[in-house]
C-alpha cells in the first residue's frame, strides 16, 4: 500500500509474523490526523530522525504531542480510547524534555520520561529509536540510551487489534497542543504475537499469564526512569546482584561480547538487551535456585550471534527470547530450564 500527499507519505507493509509502517517523505504532525493503521504486536520498535523547531506554546505549561500510536479518543478517555499508546511521543511541560508513553496491563500511560538524556536543541537532528517487549523497553537517542523495565506486558486484549498511527493525535475533552516537528525516516515495526517465530529450546518455553487489570487515567506524568545495571566488561564474568532484578543494557558494538552473565540465585529476573554485535559469544546463565525469567532481547545485526543462553541450572524459570535484525541469532544455542 503506497499512500501519496505532498507530505506525510507512507507505506505498509505486512509479512511473516510483522508489519511495518514507513514513511516515505517528511512528517509534519497534523492535529487530529491518522495516517493509516498497524497491529498492535507484543513486541513493537519505532524509529526515526527528529528535528525539533521549538515549543508550540511559549508558555510551556503543557506536554505537546508529537504522535501517537493508538484507538480513536472518540471511544473515550481510557485505555480503549485516547489513553492507548504504542507508542505516544511527547515534549514535557516546564522543560524541554522528551517523553515516551507505552501502554501495558494494567495502565495506559505506562509513562518513561527521557529527562535523562537532557533538553533538547532547536535546529538540531536526533536519530530516535524506542522498542519493547513484555519485559523490558530501551529508549535510544544517537548515542545516549536508557531502559525501563515494564511491570506487566501489552494488554492482552490489544495484541491483534488494529491501531491508528496519528501524527498527532486528537484528545477526547478538548485537542492536545501540537509539537513543532520534522520527522524522517520512519519506521514503526509490529511483531504479532500469534505469528512471531520462537527458536527452538531444548524444552518447551513456559508462557506466564496475563491478566488484565484496572484502567487508571490517561493523563501522562513525568517519573524518572529506570537506571540500568551498567554493563560488563568485555570478557569478563558479571555476577548478578542478589535479591533484585539484573537489566543488562548492550547497545555499543561488542559491550557485552565474550561475557558470561551469572544471574541471580534468588527469585529475580535477569533481562539483557543487546544491540548490533553487542552480545557476540555471550553466555547467560541461571544458576541453582533461581525462579525468576531469563529474559533476552536481540535486537540488531549480529546482537546475540554464537550465544548460549543457559537456563538448565535454575528451577522453575522461563526463558523467553525475542529478536529481530539479520543473523541475530545466528548460531545461538537457548536451553531451557530444568523443571
Not at 20 to 36: C, H, L
Not at 85 to 102: A, G, I
Not at 103 to 124: E, M, N, T, Y
Request: charged fraction near 15%.
Amino acid at each position: 500500500l503506497i499512500c501519496n500527499a505532498q507530505l506525510n507519505q507512507y507505506t505498509q507493509r505486512v509479512g511473516p509474523g510483522y508489519e511495518i509502517w514507513q514513511s516515505e517523505t517528511d512528517f509534519i504532525p497534523v492535529q487530529s490526523t491518522a495516517f493509516g493503521t498497524i497491529t498492535i504486536g507484543a513486541s513493537m520498535s519505532i524509529e526515526f530522525d527528529f528535528i525539533w523547531h521549538g515549543r508550540t506554546n511559549a508558555t510551556a505549561i503543557d506536554y505537546e504531542i508529537f504522535f501517537r500510536v493508538g484507538f480513536n479518543s472518540s471511544l473515550g478517555n481510557n485505555c480503549d480510547g485516547v489513553g492507548s499508546r504504542y507508542p505516544s511521543f511527547w515534549l514535557e511541560p516546564d522543560n524541554d524534555y522528551l517523553h515516551v508513553s507505552v501502554s501495558r496491563d494494567g495502565s495506559c500511560q505506562g509513562q518513561f520520561s527521557l529527562q535523562p538524556f537532557g533538553a533538547i536543541a532547536v535546529g538540531v537532528e536526533y536519530h530516535i529509536k524506542i522498542s519493547w517487549n513484555d519485559t523490558l523497553i530501551v529508549a535510544q537517542i544517537d548515542g545516549w540510551s536508557d531502559i525501563k523495565v515494564r511491570e506487566t506486558p501489552t494488554m492482552p486484549a490489544h495484541i491483534g487489534r488494529e491501531a491508528f498511527v496519528w501524527w498527532t493525535s486528537n484528545g477526547y475533552d478538548e485537542e492536545y497542543i501540537v509539537g513543532n516537528a520534522t520527522f524522517r525516516n520512519i519506521a514503526l515495526i509490529s511483531y504479532v504475537v500469534n505469528n512471531v517465530t520462537h527458536i527452538p529450546t531444548v524444552t518447551p518455553t513456559v508462557t506466564p499469564t496475563l491478566t488484565p487489570t484496572s484502567i487508571p487515567t490517561s493523563v501522562p506524568t513525568t517519573a524518572p526512569s529506570y537506571a540500568p545495571t551498567v554493563s560488563p566488561t568485555y570478557g569478563l564474568h558479571y555476577n548478578c546482584t542478589e535479591h533484585e532484578d539484573c537489566n543488562l543494557f548492550c547497545v555499543q558494538a561488542n559491550e557485552c561480547s565474550s561475557v558470561t552473565i551469572l544471574c541471580p540465585t534468588t527469585h529475580n529476573n535477569c533481562n539483557v538487551f543487546c544491540g548490533d554485535n553487542a552480545c557476540v559469544n555471550i553466555t547467560i546463565s541461571g544458576r541453582f535456585g533461581n525462579g525468576g525469567n531469563i529474559n533476552v532481547q536481540c535486537d540488531g545485526t549480529d546482537s546475540c550471534k554464537n550465544a548460549v543462553i543457559d537456563g538448565r541450572y535454575s528451577m522453575q524459570t522461563n526463558v523467553q527470547v525475542w529478536f529481530s535484525g539479520d543473523y541475530a541469532l545466528q548460531n545461538a544455542k537457548i536451553f531451557c530450564a530444568d523443571l
